[in-house]
């Protein structure tokens, strides 16, 4: 699977997800997948114009959406500037990953035969396979997002799943600070393999412990080398 690297650009195959009576929870649900999927980047901004076009909604629709996902942390409003996709903190990075590890970690846990989902599971970690061996490194970032939510999803609650695509939409932001989606993701590609079998055991408790290293140590890379990107790429979006 080839993911297009570009913004506003086929937001129109998106057109029929959103009516003109569509409210703008439903618009900011396709933005905030946009998003999860890599297609805006932190610091960019979001013009009105094309994306209302692209999605043949009214420009208070938009901006009642922009609204839903600057409450969600996944936009910023500068006053004379626009909005722009947010460049999250250290401090966010730190609260997203508390969060995982209890949402997903809890899903598994309880595991005691392989769900009925595990195709669904493991076509994400063949997805993410087939990335690598291509060299799409954005791809298997998103495959790897996908993976993260099906665990999640064990948990059978579309609260928790409502949640966790807020999450990794504001996650996905970091990985693009960041900048170097085969040194983070590609490492963990064989954990992923590990947690898969322990869920086709059915083996929740041993899914459970590869996790939480995995995610512990996740996070330790990302807080170790995000702050000073961050900031960087602030100070370049405020010289423009």
């Not at 989902?117 to 690598?132: C, L, Q, Y």
């Not at 900048?179 to 590990?194: D, I, S, V």
Request: aromatic share 6%.
């Amino acid at each position: 699977m080839v993911i297009e690297d570009s913004g506003v650009t086929g937001l129109e195959a998106d057109r029929g997800l959103v009516t003109r009576q569509s409210t703008a929870e439903r618009v900011a649900g396709v933005l905030r997948k946009r998003i999860a999927e890599g297609f805006f980047l932190p610091g960019g901004r979001l013009s009105e114009q094309d994306i209302g076009n692209a999605l043949g909604v009214s420009r208070n629709t938009l901006r009642e959406a922009f609204r839903l996902l600057t409450h969600e942390r996944l936009l910023a409003h500068e006053l004379n500037r626009g909005v722009f996709v947010r460049i999250p903190s250290v401090e966010d990075v730190v609260d997203i990953y508390r969060v995982r590890k209890i949402i997903e970690c809890a899903a598994v846990r309880g595991l005691k035969a392989k769900p009925a989902s595990f195709a669904r599971i493991k076509e994400k970690v063949d997805i993410g396979d087939e990335a690598a061996r291509t060299g799409n490194w954005k791809d298997l970032g998103t495959a790897n997002v996908w993976f993260h939510q099906e665990l999640a999803a064990l948990s059978g609650s579309e609260r928790v799943n409502e949640l966790v695509g807020r999450l990794t939409a504001e996650l996905r932001l970091v990985f693009h600070i960041m900048a170097e989606p085969r040194r983070f993701h590609e490492r963990y590609l064989p954990r992923n393999h590990e947690i898969l079998d322990r869920i086709e055991a059915g083996d929740g408790p041993g899914a459970e412990q590869l996790l939480l290293k995995y995610l512990d140590d996740a996070e330790e890379q990302l807080v170790g080398a995000y702050a000073e990107r961050a900031e960087a790429a602030r100070a370049a979006i405020a010289a423009e």
